[in-house]
């Protein structure tokens, strides 16, 4: 992979980024986008997922052991545990599936530990700086092997249901008492949290999207249909059930609700549910790749973020938001924070709950003008990856920078 300047990166430093996913999970999310960024200028080495949920013997979660298990002697399965093809890996990525216990308390602290050194160790032994970029804080202490400590907190991970909170909220603190480590909060309700927790440096830098992929493929106004999408996890830990079920119902006759993602994701099962969203007129699109959901986005007119308020989703900052603008859609949410903030610079966002966002739903559903929809598009042209990789390989340079000279 090139660098801005056309060349290819010096690798005189060695990233570990600790992820909460599988490289090839379904939704990209801010690991996979950072891995991608940070390797135009570094060795990258991506740690997959070590199981803060603990597993179920739900036929998914079985399937993903068994990918795992496969993945970690070199066999190259999917994430999923299908035959489908996995993400694109990034030039200078190296991907490591990890066998650990699912299972992060003392009794199983030490093994898990030597599991974990075993499949880091050519980062371990690396000559050049190290830097651990961890998107997770059950790092067993990777850190005081590190250069420079990043931890990138995406969400209230501890308020998931089935996380380990115990473990979660240990690991915080115990990476807050590093010195030197930057926390970035990619919301507010995380900003407080980190800060709270004892982090004495934490960044803001809320959720951006890969808008050009988005925007390529919105429609003009000619085209629009009355449709409404949402797209992500299908599940009952994120999603406000009664809610889909008032907007099916509302758009009978006048527009469809259109649901794109996996179903199940960590939040038990939505098969019934999606079975009752249909059966009201709501269409599922199944899985689909960046390029087909841009597609499909891009003849729709609103945008959904359909999740109900709870201790977990109040700390999420939806990139959802940036994908829809980006398709020219306006956008409809219930009042997380973080879209009730962007709602008060964006005009084409709208934060609100029961009758009030059914009545936003109808008037946001009439035809609009191609200025409206180019509108749309440039509001979410600021927020894309393209300007926040070189925010964050900027970061990194500046902790480097200020390490001694070997």
Known sequence: ?????????????????????????????NQHYVTRELAAVAEVTFVESLGLRRPTLRRADVARMAARGRRAFASGAPADGSGAPGRARPDHTRIVSPIVVPVHRAPTRLLNRTLLRRSTASWLESGRP??????????????????????????????????????????????????????????????EHLAGTG?????????????????????????????????GNLTMA????????????????????????PLAAGGGSFTAELQQLEALGARYLGLLTPQELAAAAGTCAIGLIPYAINEYTTGVSPLKCFEYLSSGLAVLSTPLPSVRALAQTNP????????????????????????VIADRIDSAGRHGWGERGQVLRELLATELAQLPVR
């Open 238 to 261: 994120k999603l406000d059930m009664p809610l889909l079920v008032s907007v099916a119902k509302a758009l009978r006759g006048r527009g469809e609700l259109l649901l794109a993602g």
């Open 199 to 231: 982090f004495p440096r934490v960044e803001l830098l809320q959720n951006v999207a890969d808008v050009s992929v988005f925007a390529e493929a919105s429609r003009p106004a000619a085209e629009r249909r009355p449709s409404v999408i949402f797209s």
């Open 130 to 191: 190290r830097v651990l970029w961890t998107f997770t804080p059950v790092t067993y202490g990777l850190e005081d092997a590190a250069d420079v400590v990043i931890y990138h907190c995406v969400d209230l991970l501890a308020k998931f249901p089935g996380i380990d909170g115990v473990a979660v909220g240990q690991g915080e603190r115990n990476l807050a008492a590093r010195p030197g480590v930057v926390a970035i909060a990619t919301s507010q309700a995380v900003r």
């Open 348 to 371: 084409h966002v709208v934060a609100a709950e029961g009758a009030d966002l059914l009545h936003h739903l109808s008037r946001m559903l009439a035809p609009v003008t191609g200025d």
């Open 1 to 29: 992979m090139l660098d801005e300047a056309g060349n290819e990166p010096d690798s005189a430093t060695d990233v570990l980024i600790l992820g909460t996913a599988e490289w090839d999970s379904a939704i990209a999310t």
